[in-house]
């Protein structure tokens, strides 16, 4: 992570979320996409996960080089796409409480 471009500190992820797929800003901080979590990095660089994959598959695996599960914002709400089948997730605020996103 960069503030200026020239200076750069590592954010260090859990082991269990796997690779990193996809960051965006969304509301009031940023989400990073791994292949089995999605996480609020909060300004200490510390993480917060908000929902897991515990598929035995992830629709979020980074095994494509040119095309990562993408995340984006549309309307103040989160979406998540998947690499496996080009499913779309949105994240529910209720769901963030019931064990992660649905399709």
């Excluded at 954010?11 to 996809?22: K, T």
Aim: charged fraction near 30%; charge should be negative; aromatic fraction near 6%.
């Amino acid at each position: 992570m960069s503030e200026d471009g020239e200076t750069w500190k590592e954010i260090v992820l859990p082991l269990e979320a796997e690779r990193p797929a996809d960051v965006t800003r969304f509301r009031d901080g940023l989400v990073v996409l791994t292949e089995r979590r999605l996480l609020r990095l909060a300004d200490d660089l510390t993480t917060t996960e908000i929902a897991t994959i515990d598929d035995s598959v992830s629709p979020f695996r980074n095994d494509d080089l040119f095309c990562s599960a993408p995340l984006a914002v549309l309307n103040d709400e989160l979406y998540a796409g998947s690499q496996v089948d080009g499913s779309l997730y949105k994240l529910v605020a209720s769901e963030v409480q019931e064990g992660g996103p649905r399709r």
